[in-house]
């Protein structure tokens, strides 16, 4: 099955379009994001470490989130991995292709989620309201302060990478501002055509 990569900026929709193909289709999600804020809230050394980095929505180091990621795809996942904030950089996309091409294993596809900057303000901020209103923990980082860092450090240090999977025939594009039925159509399509891909 196949592994993939959902690339988009942050409040693209990429952690709902992961969780959906875990429940439909059995993939393993790893999301860097989700590791780093387990690690600070359970508050390991390495948690301390990053915790301040994440507060001001810039990047943690390469050599983290690699490690972090390289524990978990040693021994593949049967239904495929979804990346998801990985990598964000260009040397762990780099790393990436190194691991899984060590541990016998592909990348298929990578999704990129495109989206307009007020359309990810806007999501933010409703983020942050619904979790207030649920009685749930809001993100530190989800603010329009911190928001704005960690917008600038996508397109800073992220959206090179639009260009090295383009480069490498990877790269397959999806409307994320359309409704999330739509969106999860198109990427469902682009999975098929990865699987169909792979088959023959
Ligand atoms: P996310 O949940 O993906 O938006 O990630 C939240 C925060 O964790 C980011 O703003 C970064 O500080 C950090 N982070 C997550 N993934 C990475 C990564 N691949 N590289 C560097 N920092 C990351």
């Known amino acids: 099955m196949p592994n993939i990569i959902l690339l988009g900026p942050p409040g693209a929709g990429k952690g709902t379009q992961a969780a959906r193909l875990v429940a439909e289709r059995g993939m393993v999600q790893l999301s860097t994001g989700d590791m780093l804020r387990e690690a600070k809230?359970?508050?390991?050394?390495?948690g301390k470490r990053v915790a301040a980095v994440m507060d001001r929505g810039e990047l943690v180091t390469d050599e983290i989130v690699i490690g972090?990621?390289?524990?978990?795809?040693?021994?593949?996942?049967?239904?495929?991995?979804?990346f998801d904030?990985?990598?964000r950089t260009l040397a762990?996309?780099?790393a990436l292709g190194e691991l899984l091409?060590?541990?016998?294993?592909?990348?298929?596809?990578v999704i990129q989620l495109v989206v307009d900057d007020e359309?990810?303000?806007?999501?933010?901020v409703g983020r942050a309201e619904e979790a207030r209103a649920a009685g749930k923990p809001v993100r530190?980082?989800?603010?329009p302060e911190v928001f704005a860092d960690r917008l600038r450090a996508y397109y800073k240090s992220t959206s090179p990478l639009i260009g090295y999977y383009y480069a490498l025939g990877d790269l397959f594009t999806v409307d994320?501002?359309?409704?999330?039925?739509?969106?999860?159509?198109s990427i469902a399509n682009v999975l098929d055509q990865a699987v169909a891909a792979t088959a023959t």
């Open 85 to 87: 904030g990985f990598p």
């Open 41 to 46: 809230s359970s508050g390991t050394e390495m």
């Open 119 to 124: 359309t990810l303000i806007a999501r933010i």
């Open 101 to 109: 091409a060590r541990t016998g294993q592909r990348l298929d596809a």
């Open 92 to 94: 762990q996309a780099d």
């Open 176 to 185: 994320g501002l359309a409704p999330v039925e739509t969106v999860a159509g």
């Open 140 to 143: 530190a980082d989800d603010n």
């Open 68 to 82: 972090l990621i390289e524990e978990k795809i040693a021994s593949g996942a049967g239904n495929g991995f979804i």
